[in-house]
Antibody, heavy 121, light 106 residues
């Protein structure tokens, strides 16, 4: 059974930093690209970042480019999102999502339950 | 950036009704369009991929069609358990979601 379990979400002050993690199981992790998708309270889905199967290619939404860094450790079946210079508008539930392909993104066939990041003073 | 315009933003229909949601891309995205269902308090669930392919285990009352810039998602006979918000998502370029359609029972 595929499982994606996010962790690391907390309340953080504006300008602060945070690292989210996603532990994957039930599939061959290094065969697939992975994504972070977020959802602000009461709002729609927003794609945040994508990393290819080997970590060699990464992509970011304009809203987080230069502030967030996606990475993965295939030896630990884990995905990460380093979030710096956090802003109030980064407040959201952050989902880890498995891509159905290995490269530059297609569709998300599995999702975690999300971890909540709140940016507030 | 490719923009996705999804409509309507909400709708109310009766059990058994046919429900249609549209998604329009700002440029040609071929068939690189997916549809997700999100129930309150839950993670999104993939229903349709590549415009018209039904994900395994998804009821056949759900369907998708279209290519290029105009896409349609249909529930052939609305059921109470279909109450949710539905999102389209393109992946021709960097992924982007539509604004969502909240479906309620009349």
């Amino acid at each position: 059974e595929v499982q994606l379990v996010e962790s690391g979400g907390v309340v953080v002050q504006p300008g602060g930093s945070l690292r989210l993690s996603c532990a994957a199981s039930g599939f061959t992790f290094d065969d697939y690209a992975m994504h972070w998708v977020r959802q602000a309270p009461g709002k729609g889905l927003e794609w945040v970042s994508l990393i290819s199967w080997d970590g060699g290619s990464t992509y970011y939404a304009d809203s987080v480019k230069g502030r967030f860094t996606i990475s993965r450790d295939n030896s630990k079946n884990s995905l990460y999102l380093q979030m710096n210079s956090l802003r109030a508008e980064d407040t959201a539930l952050y989902y880890c999502a498995k891509d159905a392909a290995y490269g530059s993104g297609s569709y998300y066939d599995y999702w975690g339950q999300g971890t909540l990041v709140t940016v507030s003073s | 950036d490719i923009q996705m315009t999804q409509s309507p933003s909400s709708l109310s229909a009766s059990v058994g009704d046919r429900v249609t949601i549209t998604c329009q891309a700002s440029q040609d995205i071929s068939n690189y369009l997916n549809w997700y269902q999100q129930k309150p308090g839950k993670a999104p669930k993939l229903l349709i991929y590549d415009a018209s392919n039904l994900e395994t285990g998804v009821p056949s009352r759900f369907s998708g069609s279209g290519s290029g810039t105009d896409f349609t998602f249909t529930i052939s006979s609305l059921q109470p358990e279909d109450i949710a918000t539905y999102y389209c998502q393109q992946y021709d370029n960097l992924p982007r979601f539509g604004g969502g359609t909240k479906v309620e029972i009349k």
